[in-house]
């Protein structure tokens, strides 16, 4: 049975052992060059025992995506060469700039804009060359249409994206530059307490509702695809499997690059794996049918939960086949064969193991359950979870996106100056950057 792993590899001092995965032992600090776990991976090349990440095939990510929705031959999406706007600190003619991470599709780098201070990096995420068996067109579309969701995106939990650009035969994403690295690194490093894990998630499910609000599902949320600003705010970034599962493509001339145009009826992703295992809803894993891919986000985001809370994620796959998921399962039928319905209530709810057992407060426990339901139309949506009291509970740093339409400042001597003092917002001031 594993154990958390402290920051040296020795077990932790809890007094109880839980059934999740570990962590790696040996990763580098934040801010190093790290080399990102890309999504999906067969069991075939995994690196010995359980683990956050696991190695993927090849082919996976852009290469492997496919585009439901439909969108034209060509995005009208303006472009230039890198070189033109952006420069890299390096007096080495020809050097790209500093690498911080490295993935099987991409690489990223810093740069800097030109003629301006150098005080401000961005992230440049440089995709691999088009390979000789693809068709680059779709290719093109690919990026293109990766690019014009990002881009439509405008929300504090959500890393902003700047530019797209072209640079000796490869495209170039270029995007804010969150200096404290991934969740990923800083979760294995034990920098955050109980406080900081919570906020976090709120921020979380803060930016995936403004997501699925404006008709885009992510697909892909993990710790490594989840930023920490210089802010300490946490941001989502890698839109490279996100789905438009409602409204007009962003990449359409008809949206005019915006997010949320003529929503309507959910369009239903095709059969088909995408993601990081330990974080796939077993709806997908099964693949037995299109699925509705909001309900895979909600999972993911519990899976997260539980990784911030514990270092490490419940089981390696939804699949029945693997112990831990198993017994989460059995506390599921249970609960089902006595309330059919399968609601989870304030006083009814499935036992589903000493690591659920182990979450700090009850009415959380009560929350994840909710979201990690097996049957995804009896999962709650990602709205529901930001209204549950837990979460509106929580004190959280960065504020919602509906918080900018709220009051910011009220003249005292106004006249109606209680009524708007009592819309302003109050937020927490949190320091989750590590020492």
């Not at 837990?390 to 339409?405: A, R, S, Y």
């Amino acid at each position: 049975m594993s154990t958390a792993l402290s920051p040296k590899g020795s077990a932790s001092p809890r007094r109880y052992q839980l059934p999740f995965s570990s962590l790696r032992q040996n990763s580098p600090y934040v801010g190093a060059l790290k080399t990102r776990s890309p999504s999906l991976g067969g069991p075939g090349n995994r690196p010995g025992p359980p683990d956050f990440s696991i190695p993927a095939d090849s082919g996976v990510g852009l290469k492997a995506r496919r585009m439901s929705a439909n969108v034209p031959d060509d995005f009208i999406v303006n472009t230039c060469d890198l070189s033109d706007e952006f420069t890299t600190a390096s007096k080495v003619p020809g050097r790209r700039g500093r690498e911080i991470a490295k993935g099987s599709t991409a690489t990223v780098k810093i740069v800097y804009r030109k003629d301006s201070s150098k005080d401000v990096q961005y992230a440049v995420k440089e995709f691999r060359k088009c390979g000789s068996q693809e068709d680059q067109l779709e290719y093109k579309k690919k990026v293109k249409s990766e690019f014009s969701i990002a881009n439509s995106l405008h929300h504090p939990n959500i890393v902003k994206t700047v530019r797209l650009c072209s640079y000796r035969g490869r495209w170039n994403h270029v995007m804010e530059y969150c200096s404290y690295g991934d969740l990923f690194s800083l979760v294995q490093r034990n920098y955050l307490q109980r406080e900081d894990n919570m906020c976090l998630f709120k921020q979380l499910l803060q930016g995936v509702s403004y997501l699925h609000r404006n008709g885009i599902a992510h697909r892909d949320i993990k710790l490594e695809n989840l930023l920490l600003s210089g802010e300490g705010h946490l941001k989502i970034t890698d839109f490279g499997v996100s789905e438009v599962f409602s409204g007009l493509h962003p990449g359409l001339s008809a949206a005019g690059g915006q997010c949320g145009k003529e929503m309507g009826e959910v369009r239903r992703c095709p059969p088909g794996i995408c993601g990081s295992l330990p974080y796939i809803a077993p709806e997908v894993l099964a693949k037995k049918g299109e699925y509705d891919p909001r309900p895979l986000d909600v999972w993911s985001c519990a899976i997260v939960c539980l990784a911030l809370c514990f270092r490490g994620t419940p089981w390696e796959l939804a699949d029945p086949k693997d112990l831990n998921y198993a017994k989460f399962l059995r506390g599921w039928d249970i609960f089902i064969e006595a309330k059919p319905d399968g609601i989870v209530t304030n006083m009814e709810y499935p036992s589903c193991g000493s690591m659920f057992h182990a979450l700090h407060k009850e009415s959380l426990r009560r929350l994840l359950l909710q979201m990690l339901h097996p049957d995804p139309d009896r999962r709650i949506s990602i709205h529901e979870a930001v209204k549950d009291r837990f979460v509106k509970g929580i004190d959280c740093c960065c504020p919602d996106f509906n918080d900018f339409l709220t009051v910011t400042h009220v003249d005292a001597a106004g006249k109606n100056s209680c009524r708007l003092a009592g819309k302003m917002v109050v937020h927490k001031m949190h320091n989750h950057t590590p020492p």
